[in-house]
């Protein structure tokens, strides 16, 4: 029986890694309880198991007196010097029992214990296998689907894919073979909990790595990636090799490399956009795939930027329901307000004529004066007032009487 318990214990400890001196320390903790159950709580027991041999022992704990008041817990002298010559009064003796009378209740407690033991550490051994892999992507299958959730087989586990990480415009039924990736892994008692994504962008990310060599070697980098999932995903790469296109790389010869990845995402639209550290250029390429005619820097400590492009293009530039732009946005990090021809040529028309509408005040000057002014940039009339006659006698068909009456009009005006 002994043997028998050691080879138990090894086997054990060898397929569910659980030490044997763990499993050892709850026998004897099983011994102890079973003996307190046959004979009383109050009982001072201790149990002890061989790890060579698997031999069980027991012996009450007591404390030697001259009258005993309480027989669990005290025996006289003259009962001590039976087990040990050397007893003394006020000294504890370990007196040896019989492990037969209660060995069986002990297995069975231990057997029990020793299951919830493995359980656990079953659930611990997969809880962290499953933390270690949160951002990798998995491959499953569609156990059932509760309340639009998706429960995925894992083999030996489960995971929900839940509707606040589906794709809206996907769709999949029982049995049907998901791929999906791993974004939090939290303790149960069941087991691990597991939670799935198929809208996070890092899903894209694994799916390059998984396609192009370029990237799995960081031959090509991913800069940044953003993604509206199931409308569009825009994805800024480097290269660290010159003689390596960052785009064709990842594009591969005919799309070969880029077309598994969208269909795996079901025909989600991926725009491949060469990184760079100027904005006009990055902002131009984010835009993709509208073509931009000029990108105009208008704040560089707010980062914002003012994109035009043809009348054709604007929603194109836009996109459905503001999406490419705001993609475009988000993935180089700049404010950008789109416009087309027209509108800049209407906008910069009605500034034009609001500083010439302001400067119709001037009692006395003509239009093409007001005109000549508002094209030299002078359109404040407090400004002109502060004005002297050489500042506007620089000006093309305006001479020193012309500029005295210009000032004295916005001196007037003023008042």
């Not at 077309?259 to 079901?266: A, H, N, Q, S, V």
């Not at 725009?271 to 990055?282: A, E, G, H, Q």
């Not at 119709?360 to 002078?378: M, P, R, S, W, Y």
């Amino acid at each position: 029986m002994s043997s028998e318990l050691i080879n138990a214990l090894e086997t054990i400890q060898k397929e569910k890694k659980i030490s044997k001196e763990e499993i050892l320390h709850v026998i004897e903790n099983a011994l102890v309880s079973a003996y307190k159950k046959h004979v009383g709580k109050a009982v001072n027991v201790e149990a002890k198991v061989d790890p060579e041999t698997g031999a069980m022992s027991a012996c009450v704990i007591k404390k030697v007196v001259e009258e005993v008041s309480n027989p669990l817990l005290e025996v006289t002298l003259q009962d001590a010097k039976k087990v040990s010559k050397s007893a003394k009064i006020d000294e504890e003796i370990k007196i040896p029992l019989d492990t037969d009378d209660f060995s069986r209740i002990a297995a069975q407690t231990a057997k029990q214990v020793i299951v919830q033991k493995i359980r656990e550490s079953e659930r611990d051994s997969l809880y962290e296998e499953m933390k270690a892999k949160i951002g990798e992507m998995i491959n499953g299958s569609i156990y059932k689907i509760s309340n639009r959730n998706i429960i995925v087989d894992l083999g030996r586990t489960e995971a929900i894919l839940p509707v606040s990480e589906q794709v809206p415009k996907e769709s999949f039924s029982v049995g049907q073979h998901i791929r999906a990736l791993i974004i939090k892994a939290e303790k149960n008692a069941k087991g691990p909990n597991i939670v799935l994504s198929r809208t996070h962008p890092d899903l894209v990310k694994v799916l390059f790595e998984l396609e192009v060599p370029e990237i799995y070697e960081k031959v090509v980098d991913i800069v940044n990636i953003v993604r509206e999932p199931g409308l569009r995903t825009k994805i800024s790469v480097i290269s660290h090799n010159s003689k390596v296109d960052p785009v064709g790389a990842c594009v591969g010869v005919k799309g070969a490399r880029i077309k598994p990845i969208i269909d795996e995402l079901r025909g989600e639209r991926i725009d491949l956009i060469p990184f760079s550290n100027d904005p006009v250029k990055y902002i131009t390429a984010a835009l993709s795939p509208a073509k931009v005619l000029t990108v105009a820097i208008i704040s560089e400590e707010e980062k914002k930027a003012e994109v035009i492009v043809a009348n054709d293009m604007l929603s194109l530039a836009i996109g459905k329901s503001g999406h490419n732009v705001r993609l475009a946005a988000r993935l180089t990090g700049w404010h950008i307000d789109v416009k087309s021809e027209e509108q800049k040529k209407q906008e910069t028309e009605q500034k034009i004529a609001n500083k010439t509408s302001a400067l119709e005040q001037l009692k006395g000057i003509n239009d093409k004066t007001i005109d000549l002014l508002v094209q030299a940039g002078f359109t404040n009339i407090n400004k002109i007032a502060e004005l002297k006659i050489e500042d506007l006698t620089t000006l093309p068909g305006i001479g020193e009487k012309t500029a005295e009456k210009i000032i004295e009009a916005a001196k007037e005006a003023i008042k």
